[in-house]
C-alpha cells in the first residue's frame, strides 16, 4: 500500500490514511469494509415473501441469485437473534424479499408493477391504477396533500393520461437523466456529511431498473453501513408499511443509530412489507425530527411488506404529531425514514422497516418535501436524504457515461452507502422518473429538504459508472439522452464487495460539479470489453457469410450446360426422328412376354362373349400417346375376340374426350358405335370419393352419361346396377395414385369381376405388388409390355410396332449417353472432391 | 371447307413446335401456348364439371326430381352456394363447413380403402410369398419371397425417421435402425431406378408420338 | 363455424367409415357419397373462378405479363361459354382437346424426355454416393432390357435379369413404398377424423 493516495478527481496527493481528499472533499477510502458485513452481516429473513417483491425474481441476474442464496445462509445464523428482536416489535417477521421472488410463481405476474412491466417486456395484469396512483404518490411524496410544485404536476399529469408512472416521470422532465441525476446529488449530499458520520455516498451503478435485480448486494451491504453510522432519520416505527423480509433483517442487524428528532408515525397506516418490518424491530430507537414545512405525506399508500419490515426493525422513534413531516425512507439506511402520526398512506413494508430502523436527521424533513415534489417511486423517495446532509439538487454529473469514471481504485465499495441515498436532491435526481414503490418510498423517508443542503455538497459529482449491459437494457428512459456535457474520469473496478466486477459504478468524488438548473443528460455507450468485441465481430462475420450474395455461376458453366441441354436435344430428335420419318422397322419386338402381360390376355380371354365390361380412362392428355398406343393393343385385343359392351368411365375431366379419341382413332378398326355398343360416362368428379361412390352404387353416382342421356337404360349397360355386375373392370391409367384407387376403393364391390391394369411404363412398376397379391389380375406396361400383346394379335397392325424402332434407338440411347456421361461427370466429380479436399 | 381434323391438326402442330421451342430456352411462344393451354384446359374443365357432375347430380334431380329427391338435395345445394363462397376472401368462412364434409368423406373413404385395399392384402401377399404351395419350387420361394420380405421391411425402416442424439449433438438413428435402413435405402433405389426408366420411357414414348404427329402432318411418316 | 366445421368433418366421416362394416348405414352413406361429387364438382368450379380472379387482377393492376393472363382469360372464358353451350361431348368442343390440350401436354412430356437425360447424366457430378450409383446402374439396366437390338435381344438381360429385378426387388421395394403410404394415409386420415388435423381450415 502507498504511503500516500493520489485523489482520482483532483489529484491531489494526500496521506494514504486520509478518508476525504483534502483538497476537493473527495472519499478516498472504500466503504467495503462495512459493507461486507464486519459490523453488521446481512440477515435477511427465511420466511417467504409476499407477492409484491417477489415478481422482480425473473430478471435478477444469477450472480445475484447465488449472492441471494448466500444471504440466505447468513440469516440462517442469525435468525436467533433477530427472533428475540422481533418479540420487541408488534410486527411479525416478514419474509425476506429475494426469497419471495424465488418463490415467485405465475400468479405473480399479476402484480407485476407497471414500471417492471415496461422494464421488463413481460406482459403483466395490470394493476390496480387508481387506488395505486394516489398510494404510490403518497409514498413518493410523503404528503397527504402533495404540494402542488411543478414537479409534482409533472408527475400528476402523466398519471391522469395513465400512463406508467415512470413515463410520468419522463414526461415531465424528458431531458433528464433521472438515474444519472439522482445518483449524482445522493453522493453529492452524502459527501456532505455534515450529519452524518459516513463517508460520501458512492454512486449506485444501476439505480432504479436493476433494483430488482440488485437487491440482494446491495441491500446487504446496505443494512451493513446502516449498522455502522447511519444519518438520523425520521421514522415511523409503528408503520404499518409492509416491509419485506431483507429490509427487516437489515435492520434486524444494525445497531442504534443517533437519535436525533425522530418523530414516530404508530399510527400510520402504510402497510410495510414484512421484511421491512424486520428492520423496523430490529432497528433502534430513532427520533423523528420535527418537520419543517414538509407537506403532508399521505398515509393512505400502501408499502410493500418489506417496507414495513423496516419500521418494524426500528427502535422507537419520536415524531412530533402536528407536523406533517415526510415519511423519509432509505430500504438501507433505515433511521431516515420518518412519517408523521397522520399518516394514512399504505406504504410499502420495506419501507416502513427503513423507517423504523433508520434515525433521520431534523434536517432531513425539508428535504422530503422536495422529494414529495418530484413523483418519486416510494422507496426512492424514501432514499433521499433521510440523513442531516442534504446534498445540492441541481447536480447533474451523469453517472451513466461511456467514459470511464475517475474513479480512485480504492472506491470499491458498495454503491448504495447511506451517503447515497440519503443525498438531498435524490428527489431531483428522481424527479422526472417514477421509480418502483419501495424506492420510491425510502427515498421520501430520508430527504431533507433542499433548503438545508450543506454547502458541501454544492459542486460534488458523482463519477461517471458503468451498467452492466443487463441493467443498461433495463433502464427505460436514457436510451435516446444525448452524450454527456462533461466527460467523466475513469472509475475503478471494483475488486471486492457485490459490485465487483463492475468499473465505475462508485462515484470518487461525490460533488464536483458546478450545480446547475437544468440536470444533463447522458448517454450510455456500448462499452464492449475485448473479448465482446472479438466475440460481436465473429458474429458480424457469420451474419455476412450468411448475407453474403450467391456468386453466380460462371457464364462458362452456365453455357456448357445450354450447350448439353441442345447437344441432347439435337440429338434425341435427329436420331428419333430419322427413324420414326424412315419407317424403319429394324428393331425386332420382344419375344418374351412378361407373365403380366399373358395374365392380361388371360383375363381378357376369359371375359364372356358380349359381356358388359367398365373401361376406366384414368390418364391425362400428357401420356395419351403411350396410352394409346399401350392400350389399343389390349383393347383390340377385347373387342376383337369378345366383343363387350363397353362402359367408359373417367375420373379426369378430359378423360371422357381422350376415351373418344381412343375408341375414334386408336379402335378406329374395330368400328365401335357409341350408345348401342359403348357409353361414355363421363367425368366423375370427388376423386377416391367419386370412384368409392361409383363402387357402391354406379347408377346414383352417374346418372347420366357423358351427353346427358339416360344411359343405364341403353343397351351396353343393359342388366348392370353394381359394380361386379361389369365381366371386367380395364383401368387405363398413367398414375399410380389413379390406379391405386381404383384398385382400392373397389376391391370390396368388385366381386369375382377381375381388374386389368393397362398403364403407362412411369406408373407400371408400382402396379407389381398388386400383380402378385392377386388384387389386379393382369398388368399391361408400357411399349414393352404391350409389345407382347400386339405380337398375340396375329399380326394385328399396332402403335407398339410402328413406335417400336424409335423407342428401342431412345432406350440404347439414353443407355450409351447416362452411362459415358455419367462416368465422365463421376470422374469430374471426384476430382472436384479432390480438389476441395486437398484445400 | 375447312374440316376440323384439318384444323385440330394445325392448330395441334403449331401448338406442339411452340412447346417443342422450349428445348432452345424459355420464349414467348412457348409461354403464349402454355397460357392458352391453361386457360382453354381450365374452361373445358369448368364446362365438365358443370354439364357432367353439377347438372346430373344436383340441378337435374333438383329440377325433375321427386320431393323428396329436391327435399334431400337442398342440402347440398346449400353446401355448394356456401362452397362458392370461397371465390371471396370475405366469405371465405362460409364454405369451411362444405370443405369439412369433403374432407370428412375423403378421409373416411381414404381409411377404407388404404386398409381394405393395400395393407391387409399387401401384408398378406408377402407372407404368402413363401407359400411352397403356389410357388414352383421351394428355392424361389425362399430367395424370392425372403427378398420381397426385406425389402418391404428394410424399405419401411428407411422410412422409420425416429433418431436419437448422440454424444456429438448429431442426429442419428439407432444402430440397429440404421444397418436396416440402409438396406432398404438400395431397395428403393432399385424401385426408384425401376420407376425412372419407365418415365423415360413414357417420356420417350411421348416424343416418338410426337414426331410421329409431326411425321403424319407432312405425310412423312406411316 | 370452426365447431361447425368440425363435427361435420367427424360425422360425416364417421357414418362413411362406419358404412363400411354397417350395412345398415349404407343408404345414409350412399346420400353422402352423392353429395360430396357435387361438392367437388363445385369444388372444381371454384378453382376455375379462382383462376379467373388471379388472372383478372394481373390484368386490372396491368402487373407484368399481364398479356399472357389476358390471353388466358380470354381463351379461358370462350372455351366455358362454347362448352356450356355446346356441351363438353359435342365434336367442335372435343377439337380444343385434340387442337390445344393434348399436343400442349404431350409435347410438354417429350420435353421431359431431355430433361430426365440430362438429369441422369449430371447426376454422379453432384451425388456420388451408393444410392446413386444403384440407381442409375439399375435405371441403365432397365432401359437396356426394354429394349431390343436390331440382332435380337439379350437373351439373360431379357429373360431373367430384368423380371428379376421389377419383380423381385423392386416389388419389395414398392411393397413397402405402398404400405407406407397406406400407413400415412390411415393416420391422416384418423387425425382428420380425431379432429386433429382440419386442413378444411377449423385451425
Request: with cysteine.
Amino acid at each position: 500500500m502507498a504511503e500516500t493516495i493520489k485523489c482520482p478527481v483532483c489529484g491531489e496527493v494526500n496521506p494514504a490514511d486520509v478518508e476525504f481528499c483534502q483538497n476537493c472533499q473527495s472519499r478516498l477510502q472504500p466503504l467495503t469494509g462495512p459493507l461486507k458485513g464486519e459490523d453488521a452481516p446481512l440477515t435477511p429473513g427465511q420466511v417467504p415473501t409476499k407477492k409484491t417483491t417477489s415478481e422482480l425474481e425473473p430478471i435478477l441476474p444469477q450472480w445475484l441469485r447465488e449472492a441471494r442464496q448466500q444471504a440466505r445462509q447468513s440469516a440462517e445464523e442469525e435468525e436467533t437473534k433477530k427472533e428475540e428482536e422481533q418479540k420487541t416489535t408488534p410486527i411479525p417477521r416478514a419474509p425476506d424479499l429475494l426469497a419471495g421472488l424465488a418463490s415467485q410463481n405465475e400468479t405473480e405476474d399479476e402484480e407485476t408493477p407497471d414500471w417492471l412491466t415496461n422494464i421488463t417486456g413481460i406482459p403483466s395484469k395490470r394493476k390496480k391504477i387508481e387506488p395505486e396512483d394516489a398510494q404510490v404518490k403518497f409514498v413518493e411524496l410523503r404528503h397527504e396533500e402533495p404540494a402542488e410544485t411543478s414537479s409534482d404536476q409533472a408527475t400528476k399529469e402523466p398519471e391522469q393520461s395513465g400512463l406508467p408512472a415512470w413515463m410520468a416521470g419522463q414526461e415531465a422532465a424528458p431531458e433528464k437523466d433521472e438515474l444519472a441525476e439522482w445518483f449524482a446529488q445522493a453522493s453529492g449530499s452524502a459527501a456532505d456529511g455534515s450529519a452524518a458520520p459516513v463517508q460520501p455516498a458512492p454512486s449506485q451503478p444501476e439505480p432504479s431498473q436493476s433494483l430488482d435485480s440488485n437487491v440482494a448486494d446491495w441491500l446487504k451491504d446496505l443494512d451493513e453501513h446502516t449498522a455502522s453510522a447511519l444519518a438520523p432519520a425520521q421514522t415511523a416505527p409503528s408503520s404499518d408499511i409492509e416491509t419485506p423480509d431483507w429490509l427487516k433483517n437489515l435492520d434486524s442487524s444494525a445497531p442504534p443509530v443517533e437519535q436525533k428528532d425522530v418523530e414516530p408515525a404508530p399510527s400510520s397506516n402504510v402497510e410495510i412489507p414484512d421484511w421491512l418490518k424486520d428492520l423496523d424491530k430490529s432497528a433502534p430507537v430513532i427520533e423523528k425530527a420535527p418537520a419543517q414545512s414538509q407537506p403532508e405525506i399521505s398515509s393512505k399508500v400502501e408499502t410493500p411488506d418489506w417496507l414495513k419490515n423496516l419500521d418494524a426493525n426500528a427502535t422507537t422513534i419520536e415524531q412530533p404529531s402536528a407536523q406533517n413531516v415526510p415519511v423519509e425512507r432509505h430500504p438501507v439506511e433505515t433511521p431516515l425514514i420518518r412519517e408523521t402520526a397522520e399518516t394514512k398512506s399504505e406504504i410499502p413494508d420495506r419501507l416502513q422497516a427503513a423507517d423504523a430502523s433508520s434515525e433521520t436527521p431534523p434536517e432531513a424533513k425539508p428535504e422530503s418535501e422536495e422529494a414529495a415534489s418530484t413523483g418519486l417511486p416510494d422507496w426512492l423517495a424514501s432514499l433521499k436524504p433521510g440523513e442531516s446532509q442534504p446534498s445540492e439538487s441541481n447536480q447533474s454529473e451523469s453517472v451513466f457515461t461511456s467514459e470511464e469514471p475517475a474513479a480512485p481504485e480504492s472506491s470499491d465499495a458498495s454503491a448504495f452507502t447511506r451517503e447515497s441515498l440519503l443525498s438531498s436532491d435524490a428527489g431531483d435526481v428522481f424527479g422526472a422518473m417514477e421509480l418502483p414503490d419501495w424506492l420510491t418510498s425510502a427515498a421520501a423517508t430520508g430527504q431533507p429538504s433542499a433548503g438545508e443542503n450543506p454547502p458541501s455538497a454544492a459542486g460534488e459529482e458523482i463519477a461517471p459508472a458503468e451498467l452492466p449491459s443487463w441493467v443498461r437494457a433495463m433502464r427505460p428512459v436514457e436510451a435516446a439522452m444525448p452524450e454527456p456535457s462533461a466527460p467523466a474520469s475513469e472509475g475503478a473496478v471494483e475488486s471486492s464487495g457485490p459490485l465487483a466486477g463492475l468499473q465505475g459504478v462508485l462515484p470518487a468524488i461525490p460533488g464536483a460539479v458546478v450545480p446547475s438548473s437544468k440536470p444533463k443528460s447522458h448517454s450510455i455507450k456500448l462499452n464492449a470489453t475485448a473479448e465482446q468485441q472479438a466475440q460481436a465481430a465473429l458474429l458480424e462475420k457469420i451474419l455476412g457469410a450468411e448475407t453474403a450474395p450467391i456468386p453466380m455461376k460462371a457464364s462458362s458453366v452456365v453455357t456448357s450446360q445450354r450447350v448439353l441441354r441442345w447437344a441432347l436435344s439435337a440429338i434425341l430428335l435427329i436420331v428419333l426422328g430419322g427413324v420414326v420419318f424412315g419407317r424403319t422397322q429394324i428393331f425386332p419386338l420382344p419375344s418374351q412376354v412378361p407373365n403380366e402381360t399373358s395374365a392380361a390376355m388371360r383375363a381378357v380371354s376369359a371375359i364372356p362373349d358380349g359381356a358388359p365390361v367398365l373401361a376406366v380412362f384414368d390418364y391425362q392428355p400428357s401420356t395419351v400417346g403411350e396410352m394409346e398406343a399401350t392400350g389399343s393393343s389390349l383393347m383390340n385385343q377385347l373387342l376383337l375376340l369378345k366383343h363387350p359392351r363397353l362402359a367408359i368411365v373417367s375420373t379426369s375431366p378430359t378423360g371422357a374426350a381422350l376415351a373418344e379419341r381412343f375408341m375414334s382413332d386408336a379402335l378406329a378398326a374395330r368400328n365401335y358405335q357409341r350408345g348401342t355398343q359403348y357409353v361414355d360416362l363421363g367425368y366423375l368428379p370427388g376423386g377416391l370419393t367419386g370412384v368409392y361412390a361409383f363402387a357402391q352404387n354406379p347408377m346414383a353416382a352417374m346418372p347420366l352419361g357423358a351427353d346427358r342421356s339416360a344411359v343405364w337404360q341403353s343397351a351396353p349397360l343393359q342388366g348392370v346396377t353394381h359394380l361386379s355386375d361389369f365381366a371386367a373392370v380395364i383401368v387405363l391409367t398413367d398414375s399410380v395414385d389413379s390406379g391405386r384407387t381404383w384398385i382400392e376403393q373397389t376391391a370390396l364391390e368388385r366381386g369375382a369381376s377381375p381388374m386389368i391394369i393397362v398403364s403407362s411404363a412411369q406408373a407400371g412398376p408400382m402396379f407389381l405388388p398388386y400383380v402378385d397379391s392377386g388384387q389386379i389380375v393382369g398388368l399391361v406396361s408400357g411399349l414393352s409390355g404391350a409389345a407382347g400383346v400386339e405380337q398375340a394379335n396375329g399380326g394385328l397392325p399396332g402403335f407398339v410396332r410402328r413406335y417400336w424402332d424409335a423407342y428401342s434407338v431412345g432406350s440404347l440411347i439414353a443407355v450409351a449417353l447416362i452411362v459415358l456421361g455419367g462416368l465422365w461427370n463421376l470422374i469430374l466429380g471426384l476430382q472436384a472432391r479432390r480438389a476441395q479436399g486437398t484445400r | 371447307m375447312i374440316s376440323l381434323d384439318l384444323i385440330s391438326g394445325i392448330l395441334a402442330f403449331f401448338f406442339s413446335l411452340m412447346i417443342l421451342s422450349y428445348l432452345i430456352g424459355d420464349n414467348p411462344l412457348f409461354r403464349i401456348a402454355v397460357y392458352i393451354f391453361v386457360g382453354v384446359s381450365a374452361g373445358y374443365v369448368a364446362a365438365v364439371a358443370f354439364w357432367q357432375a353439377i347438372w346430373p347430380d344436383l340441378i337435374q334431380p333438383l329440377i325433375y326430381g321427386t320431393t323428396l329427391q329436391r327435399a334431400l338435395l337442398a342440402i347440398p345445394l346449400v353446401l355448394s352456394v356456401l362452397l362458392l363462397m370461397k371465390i371471396s376472401p370475405q366469405l371465405t368462412r362460409l364454405g369451411t363447413p362444405s370443405m369439412a364434409i369433403l374432407v370428412g368423406i375423403g378421409s373416411a373413404v381414404a381409411i377404407g380403402g388404404a386398409v381394405t385395399g393395400t395393407l391387409f392384402p399387401q401384408i398378406s401377399a408377402t407372407i404368402n410369398a413363401f407359400d411352397l404351395s403356389k410357388v414352383a419350387s421351394p428355392i424361389d420361394a425362399i430367395v424370392n419371397g425372403g427378398l420381397i420380405l426385406v425389402g418391404v421391411v428394410t424399405t419401411l425402416a428407411y422410412f422409420h425417421f425416429s433418431a436419437g442424439t448422440t454424444a456429438e449433438g448429431s442426429v442419428k438413428r439407432f444402430g440397429l435402425i440404421e444397418i436396416i435402413a440402409f438396406v432398404g435405402g438400395i431397395f428403393v433405389a432399385i424401385t426408384l431406378g425401376v420407376l425412372f426408366a419407365g418415365v423415360y420411357s413414357a417420356a420417350l414414348t411421348a416424343l416418338i408420338e410426337r414426331l410421329h404427329f409431326f411425321g403424319t402432318f407432312f405425310g412423312l411418316g406411316n | 363455424m370452426r365447431y361447425v366445421a368440425l363435427v361435420l368433418a367427424i360425422l360425416t366421416g364417421l357414418v362413411v367409415l362406419v358404412g363400411y362394416f354397417v350395412p345398415a348405414l349404407a343408404p345414409l352413406r350412399d346420400m353422402l357419397l352423392t353429395w360430396s361429387i357435387i361438392l367437388a364438382g363445385t369444388a372444381t368450379l371454384v378453382g376455375v373462378f379462382n383462376l379467373i380472379l388471379v388472372h383478372g387482377t394481373k390484368v386490372t393492376k396491368r402487373e407484368k405479363g399481364s398479356i399472357y393472363s389476358a390471353l388466358l382469360l380470354l381463351c379461358l372464358f370462350a372455351a366455358f361459354i362454347f362448352g356450356l353451350a355446346l356441351g363438353p361431348d359435342d365434336p367442335n368442343i372435343r377439337l380444343l382437346v385434340d387442337a390445344v390440350i393434348v399436343p400442349v401436354e404431350a409435347t410438354l412430356m417429350a420435353l421431359l424426355a431431355v430433361t430426365l437425360l440430362y438429369a441422369s447424366i449430371r447426376l454422379l457430378r453432384r451425388r456420388a454416393n451408393v444410392m446413386s450409383v444403384v440407381f442409375i446402374l439399375t435405371a441403365v439396366l432397365m432401359l437396356f432390357a426394354s429394349a431390343t437390338l436390331p440382332f435380337g435381344e439379350v437373351g439373360p438381360l431379357n429373360d431373367f435379369l430384368r423380371p428379376w429385378f421389377q419383380h423381385v426387388l423392386a416389388l419389395g421395394g414398392a411393397r413397402g413404398i405402398l404400405i407406407g403410404v397406406a400407413l400415412g394415409t390411415l393416420t391422416t386420415g384418423l387425425r382428420v377424423l380425431f379432429g386433429a388435423d382440419r386442413p378444411y381450415g377449423g385451425k
